[in-house]
């Protein structure tokens, strides 16, 4: 019903900046509520940043402390798209990021659409 794709990943230099894109075709009115979350090889997929809103207003957002200063998550109403806008890139930082859609995770904790990921990485 709700399929998110991401797109914008890549190889970055430490210390650059990539920019994030997902979009969530289909019954996008619905959600409400949108998060990043990244993997590294061996590692255990780990939550990066959350967005609310309601309506057409920001409500809400969150982030890791790993990330905190660092990345901004947004959305574009216009074009049905959250954003995850990467400064100062760590080579920490690589990973496969995954987008997550929701209609209600601040009330279930659950995100019920994902997408199938964009590898960022980043080089020391």
């Known amino acids: 019903q709700v399929q998110p794709v991401e797109s914008g990943g890549g190889l970055v230099q430490a210390g650059g900046s990539l920019r994030l894109s997902c979009t969530a075709s289909?019954?996008?009115?619905?959600?409400?509520?949108m998060g990043w979350f990244r993997q590294a090889p061996g590692k255990e997929r780990e939550f990066v940043a959350a967005?609310?809103?309601?309506?057409?207003?920001?409500?809400?957002?969150a982030y890791a402390d790993s990330v905190k200063g660092r990345f901004t998550i947004s959305r574009d109403n216009a074009k049905n798209t959250v954003y995850l806008q990467m400064n100062s890139l760590k080579p920490d930082d690589t990973a496969v990021y995954y987008c997550?859609?929701?209609?209600?995770?601040?009330?279930?904790?659950?995100?019920?659409?994902w997408g199938q990921g964009t590898q960022v990485t980043v080089s020391s």
């Open positions: 997550a859609a929701g209609t209600a995770v601040r009330q279930t904790g659950r995100y019920d659409y």
């Open positions: 967005i609310y809103w309601n309506g057409a207003s920001i409500y809400y957002a």
């Open positions: 289909g019954r996008s009115f619905s959600i409400n509520d």
